[in-house]
């Protein structure tokens, strides 16, 4: 008899540590959004790399009574830093510049203008964020998930709304991953047959010479017009000088491959892990969200409008579908206009040119960026 209740106290004190005890319908919930997300990046191959941690990260940061986020937890403390404290967004944009040819944009530098259409979907969001309460800092941190760009709605966020950093990380990461989703139907929306079909002319070749200027003056002018974004920039354009010197291509390696998958995982599952149920699941989560889906329509529906602008100003060479690539989720976005492309007329190849604004996107969002920080003073 002894043996029996020893047996059910010991019982009933494995099930009072269990997470299922503690298991709560929020905790299903968010469980069941990372199962969904991860459904997306495996199953419909939505940026994988970038979604499959996220929301794997979802489901961890909803098991109860791991421990995850305890004071003595050394990897989750090692992953905060990294995020609190602006790390991970530089070394990301290094990794970026490397993978990224600027020719095009260099080639076609009209496309600029296309990148800064595209951020009219920041200002949009920030004023409606306004709106709904937030503070002008944390609406500025809101309305940058409309650039496309983890790294760098997670650099503004740690400046002027840390309070939000999860909900805003986990929107911008989301949105980026669901551009193929997401975009083609504003696509259509804004845009004729007609406009849809043109065959835009190859684009020049660009120089050694332009290639690796090209950063060091992007370097130099943007830094000291905007200090608050050296570090983003900075990192970009040394990765891009790593892939063009030709005399670096170890460096560039690493930068591109090695390094920015170790970043990627850290950086990616611990946004996913501020998922948990208690901190997401609150009005203010679902407002950011709401907002980061306007401010990245917004700023779709800006590129492909300019666009349109750009093809009656050409004489119709200009095919509108690259101003969707404004928003720099690079090189996704550019992926899209060429596929959108394609559907419409095959054989066109919108590629190469949907990469220039897809370049000027990354630049733009970094300078709204920068621009929000000096306006606020930080």
Same mark, same amino acid.
């Given at each position: ?11 009933? *004190?494995?099930? *009072? ?10 905790? !299903? ?27 794997? !990260?979802?489901? =961890? ?29 530089? &070394?990301?944009?290094? !990794?970026i510049g490397a993978m990224t040819d600027f020719g095009p944009l260099i080639a076609n530098p009209n496309t600029l203008l296309l990148g800064a259409a595209a951020q009219i979907g920041v200002f949009v969001a920030l004023g409606l964020a306004m709106v ?8 500025? *941190? ?17 400046? &002027? ?36 079909? #043109? ?16 950063? =060091? ?15 983003? =920039? ?12 030709? #005399? ?69 060479? #200009? ?27 095959? !054989? ?11 370049? *000027? ?18």
């Amino acid at each position: 008899m002894e043996f029996l209740n020893a047996f059910i106290v010991s019982l009933q *004190a494995v099930w *009072a540590g269990s997470g299922f005890s503690h298991f709560t319908m929020g905790n !299903g919930i968010m469980i069941l959004v990372g199962l969904v997300l991860l459904y997306l990046a495996f199953a419909k191959e939505f940026e994988p790399l970038l979604l499959g941690p996220i929301a794997f !990260g979802c489901i =961890l940061a909803n098991f109860p009574e791991t421990g995850f986020f305890a004071e003595e937890m050394n990897v989750m403390k090692a992953i905060n830093f990294g995020i609190t404290y602006e790390i991970f967004p530089p &070394l990301i944009f290094l !990794g970026i510049g490397a993978m990224t040819d600027f020719g095009p944009l260099i080639a076609n530098p009209n496309t600029l203008l296309l990148g800064a259409a595209a951020q009219i979907g920041v200002f949009v969001a920030l004023g409606l964020a306004m709106v709904f309460g937030f503070s002008v800092e944390e609406s500025a *941190a809101i309305g940058i998930i409309g650039g496309a760009d983890g790294p760098t709605s997670i650099y503004l966020a740690t400046k &002027l709304a840390p309070n939000l950093l999860g909900a805003i990380a986990v929107a911008a990461y989301s949105y980026m991953s669901l551009v193929p989703l997401i975009q083609p139907p504003i696509m259509k929306l804004f845009t004729t047959k007609t406009e849809r079909e #043109v065959v835009m002319e190859q684009l020049r070749d660009v120089t050694k010479f332009e290639k690796v200027i090209f950063p =060091l003056v992007a370097t130099i002018f943007i830094s000291l017009l905007l200090p608050s974004i050296a570090a983003l =920039l900075g990192m970009l354009m040394l990765g891009n000088l790593f892939r063009e010197s030709g #005399v670096t291509d170890r460096l560039s390696d690493t930068a591109q491959n090695s390094l920015c998958n170790i970043i990627t995982i850290f950086l990616a599952t611990g946004t996913g892990m501020t998922m948990s149920a208690e901190h997401f699941l609150t009005r203010d989560t679902l407002l950011i969200i709401m907002l980061g889906l306007v401010a990245f329509i917004g700023g779709t529906a800006g590129g492909v409008i300019f666009g349109k602008i750009m093809y009656v100003v050409s004489g119709g060479k #200009v095919n509108p579908l690259i101003g969707s690539a404004g928003v720099s989720a690079v090189p996704m976005a550019a992926r899209v206009s060429q596929v959108v492309g394609a559907k419409a007329k095959p !054989g066109n190849f919108l590629l190469m040119h949907a990469m220039g604004p897809n370049v *000027a996107g990354v630049i733009g969002t970094a300078v709204a960026a920068g621009t929000m920080l000096a306006m606020l003073g930080r």
